[in-house]
């Protein structure tokens, strides 16, 4: 069975500084992939990366970076120089690779950041 | 493109009531997820179809959920009937396989059963 474990309920911090934000996954899948969305206050998912399990790179978008380690399970979510604005829900989640099965989501890490 | 279109937003019902909560999903998608957040229990998937044709239901919480998906356009999720405990924020989801691989969400249906 999938699963998407993210241990941090909470975190707060203040503007500027680096945040991490853990996920560790099990699956028994070769093939996967793992997602990080985003649930501002309004309440929608936003996506913000998929990363197919076959490609280890780490990804950089802006002040987000997303470091993924099979031999860990993990997929760490970064946000460099946090702003208000990123205070939010962050979930990871996993699939498998065809598309048409549903994500296993994680419980959620709720971001504050402060001015 | 118009994404995945859910209706009512928000709906206040009372105990008892009959609840539908309706999506469109995107065009050419072939795929549906219904999903319910909750502070206890989080995203859960509910129920979802292939095709149009239910493939894992065994989310419905019980025999007062049940979920139809006519055509390749249109579902509905039904409550009947309702109770407090189905509060929740319902997300409905679509993806066409082999596709983009992820899931287009909603804006969900904030349901509160008083």
């Known amino acids: 069975a999938q699963k998407v474990t993210q241990a941090q309920t909470e975190i707060s911090v203040v503007e500027k500084e680096d945040v991490t934000l853990d996920c560790v996954y099990e699956t028994r899948d070769t093939t996967y992939y793992l997602f990080w969305y985003k649930q501002p206050p309004s309440g929608e998912l936003v996506f913000l990366i998929r990363r197919n399990s076959f490609d280890e790179q780490n990804e950089i978008s802006g002040r987000y970076s997303w470091n993924f380690q099979k031999s860990t399970s993990s997929f760490n979510f970064t946000i460099t120089a946090s702003q208000v604005v990123d205070s939010a829900v962050y979930f990871c989640a996993l699939s498998d690779t065809s598309g048409n099965t549903p994500l296993v989501f994680g419980k959620g890490t709720r971001l504050s950041v402060i001015a | 493109d118009a994404g995945v279109i859910q209706s009512p937003r928000h709906e206040v019902t009372e105990m008892g009531q009959e609840v539908t909560l309706r999506c469109k999903p995107i065009s050419g998608h072939n795929s549906l997820f219904w999903y319910r957040q909750t502070m206890m229990r989080g995203l859960e998937l509910l129920i979802y179809f292939n095709n149009n044709v239910p493939i894992d239901d065994s989310g419905m919480p019980e025999d007062r959920f049940s979920a139809k998906m006519p055509n390749a356009s249109f579902s509905t999720l039904k409550i009947q009937p309702s109770e407090p405990r189905d509060s929740a924020v319902y997300f409905c989801?679509?993806?066409?396989?082999?596709?983009?691989?992820?899931?287009?969400f909603g804006p969900g249906t904030r349901l509160t059963v008083l």
């Open positions: 989801a679509s993806s066409r396989d082999r596709g983009l691989i992820k899931e287009f």
